[in-house]
C-alpha cells in the first residue's frame, strides 16, 4: 500500500538502437551471393501512460529507474533484429513532467492518455544496402544510434473545478463529504486533513470536481503549519472557495490573511474567481458577524453557510454552478485556460 505521494524525480532512458550485420549469402551453388547484412532493430521508447485509476505518484518511489529495451542486432539473409520492447510509465491524471535540473515544464499530460517522451534509436543498416556496382563486397555496416537518458521531476498537480481554501477547522472537509462521496475526515483540532481530498458534486445534471487542501494559517509562507506544501494542487482550478469561520474571533482578517498567503505562493491563484463562504452561521444567529463581515470586504458577495441548514448548502451549490459555468465560458471567449503558472514552486521540491 502507497502513502499519499506528489512529487518525485526519476531517471529514464530510451534503448539503443541494434547494429546493422554485416554477413554474405553463402549457399551450395552460389558461393558468392553477395552482402545479406540485415538491418539492426529500433529501441524502445519511454512511454507516460496516464491512467485514471490512479491517484498518487507512491509507485514512483519504490522504482526509481526506468529503461527501455535495446534493439537487437540484425543477422544474415537480411533479416532485421527485434525491436527492443517500450517502457511504460503510469501516472494519474494532472500529472506534469519538469526537467529535474532546471524545473523546466517539460509536458502538461492534462487530457494525453499516452505520450512518447524519449524516442529509441535506430537500428544500423545492415551491410546489404552499402553495395553498388563499383563496390560489391562491403565489409561495414552501419552502428545503431543510442537511446537518450534524462532525470526528470514528475508532479502530480490535482484537476479540480474549485478548491477550497480556509483556515484549520474552516469546515471545508464537512461541507465536502456534505456535498460529494468523500469521506474527509472531520474532528475539532487543526489539521486533521493532510492530504488533498477530491470529490464530486452532481447537480442539476452537471459534475463538479471539489479539491479540499489542508489548512492555511498565517505565517505559511515562512513554513508555519504544513506550508505551501499543497497549494499547487489548486493552481487548475477554475476557482476558489474561501471559507471564513463565523466562529473564530480573528473572523474579520481571515479573508486578508488567506490572500496575502496565496499571493506568496502565486500572484495568479488571487485573481481566481472566488466564492465567499462564511461557514459555521449557525453560531451567529443573529447575523451580527456576517453583518460585519460583509461590511469589511467592502459589498463582496458572501454565502453564509450551516451544514445543518439546508437553504444555506443550497445556496452554496448554486453558487459553485455559477462560477464554474462562468469561468468556462470565459475560457471559450479567450480560447484558452485557466492554469495558474506557479512560479516560485523550486524552494517547494523536496521529496517527502
Not at 512529487?7 to 529514464?12: G, K, L, M, P, S
Not at 532525470?151 to 479540480?160: H, M, S
Request: one cysteine or more.
Amino acid at each position: 500500500m502507497f502513502g499519499f505521494s506528489d512529487e518525485t524525480y526519476i531517471d529514464v532512458a530510451s534503448g539503443n538502437g541494434g547494429n546493422g550485420c554485416v554477413s554474405f549469402h553463402r549457399e551450395k551453388f552460389i558461393p558468392k551471393g553477395g552482402p545479406d547484412g540485415g538491418d539492426g532493430g529500433k529501441g524502445g521508447d519511454v512511454v507516460f501512460v496516464v491512467r485514471d485509476n490512479l491517484r498518487t505518484l507512491g509507485h514512483l518511489k519504490m522504482v526509481r529507474t526506468f529503461r527501455a529495451e535495446n534493439g537487437r542486432p540484425g543477422q544474415g539473409d537480411r533479416c532485421f533484429g527485434r525491436c527492443g520492447a517500450d517502457v511504460e510509465i503510469s501516472v494519474p491524471p494532472g500529472t506534469v513532467i519538469k526537467d529535474a535540473d532546471t524545473g523546466e515544464l517539460i509536458k502538461d499530460l492534462t487530457g494525453e492518455s499516452r505520450w512518447v517522451f524519449l524516442k529509441g534509436g535506430k537500428g544500423g543498416l545492415g551491410n546489404w544496402h552499402f553495395r553498388s556496382s563499383t563496390r560489391q563486397t562491403p565489409r561495414f555496416a552501419q552502428s545503431g544510434e543510442k537511446g537518450q537518458e534524462m532525470r526528470i521531476g514528475v508532479e502530480l498537480l490535482v484537476i479540480a473545478d474549485i478548491g477550497f481554501v480556509g483556515f484549520p477547522n474552516a469546515g471545508k472537509s464537512s461541507l465536502l463529504n456534505l456535498l460529494t462521496n468523500a469521506r474527509s475526515k472531520v474532528a475539532g483540532y487543526p489539521f486533521t486533513t493532510k492530504i488533498p481530498q477530491l470529490g464530486a458534486m452532481r447537480y442539476d445534471g452537471q459534475d463538479i470536481i471539489l479539491a479540499d487542501i489542508p489548512g492555511i494559517i498565517e505565517g505559511a509562507s515562512q513554513g508555519a503549519g504544513m506550508g505551501f506544501k499543497f497549494l499547487r494542487h489548486i493552481s487548475r482550478t477554475k476557482a476558489l472557495a474561501v471559507f471564513i469561520d463565523l466562529s473564530d474571533e480573528g473572523y474579520l482578517s481571515s479573508y486578508s490573511i488567506l490572500m496575502k498567503e496565496l499571493e506568496q505562493f502565486a500572484p495568479a491563484l488571487v485573481s481566481k474567481p472566488q466564492v465567499i463562504i462564511a461557514s459555521k452561521a449557525d453560531e451567529d444567529l443573529d447575523g451580527e458577524r456576517l453583518g460585519l463581515l460583509r461590511a469589511s470586504l467592502d459589498g463582496k458577495e458572501i454565502h453564509p453557510l450551516s451544514v445543518y441548514m439546508d437553504e444555506t448548502v443550497e445556496d452554496v451549490k448554486q453558487a459553485f454552478i455559477r462560477v464554474v459555468c462562468s469561468s468556462q465560458e470565459r475560457k471559450d471567449a479567450a480560447d484558452g485556460g485557466f492554469t495558474a503558472v506557479v512560479d516560485n514552486e523550486a524552494e517547494y521540491r523536496d521529496e517527502y
